[in-house]
């Protein structure tokens, strides 16, 4: 990709990694980056659904001023992140944003409870995304910038909550993508 292309829309590998499109419904679990998040709600469109689940108020402001600099309409909803307040079966993509350590942040019994409150969101043949930060490798590690660790293996995580055909989708600008898929009905 061009210098040049990648300054122009920051984003475009969320995005495209998410697999969007206009009409689609998703919500995401924490918000570590607003813009990640408005760049995928901007995808989706009025005709769409974009929802968020954060713990608290500091993600709920950067989810909101992400929607607004995107000029995209998200719900927030500030609430334990255990239980979401959305009927089941209600969107088609569902994105935890784990770039701030908000999964290891929990015990796994947390951890898997999340991953099933996502799977109960999701309606059948729905794609639950992992989106992790990768370890500062270069200049950034060498200036201590980023996490120092690496990020959680999900893949089991997400098996264990209930999810098939899950797997590493890729890594890129210092991102892990994993994915799985909940049962066709």
């Known amino acids: 990709m061009l210098p040049a292309a990648r300054k122009s829309d920051p984003y475009q590998l969320v995005v495209g990694m998410s697999g969007l499109k206009l009409g689609d419904r998703f919500v995401q679990v924490g918000c570590a980056h607003g813009g990640r998040l ?3 709600a901007a995808k989706v469109g009025l005709s769409g659904r974009a929802a ?3 713990p608290d108020e500091a ?3 950067r989810a909101r001023k992400g929607g607004e600099e995107a000029g995209a309409f998200i ?3 500030t609430t334990p992140i255990t239980r979401f307040p ?3 079966d209600a969107f088609e993509l569902a ?3 784990d770039t701030g350590g908000l999964l290891g942040a929990m ?3 947390e951890r898997v409870g999340v991953l099933r409150e996502v799977l109960r969101v999701l309606k059948p043949g729905g794609r639950a995304q992992v989106v992790g930060a990768l370890p500062a490798s270069g200049l950034s ?3 201590g910038r980023g996490p120092k660790t690496p990020p959680l293996d999900v893949e089991p995580l997400l098996s264990d909550a209930g999810f098939t055909l899950t797997r590493v989708l890729g890594e890129g600008e210092g991102l892990r993508f994993t994915e799985g898929a909940k049962r066709r009905a």
């Open 59 to 61: 993600s709920a402001t």
């Open 75 to 77: 719900e927030i909803e």
């Open 107 to 109: 015990s796994a019994d």
């Open 86 to 88: 959305f009927e089941g």
């Open 52 to 54: 968020v689940v954060v």
């Open 141 to 143: 590690a060498l200036f």
């Open 95 to 97: 994105v935890v944003d």
């Open 38 to 40: 408005g760049a995928m």
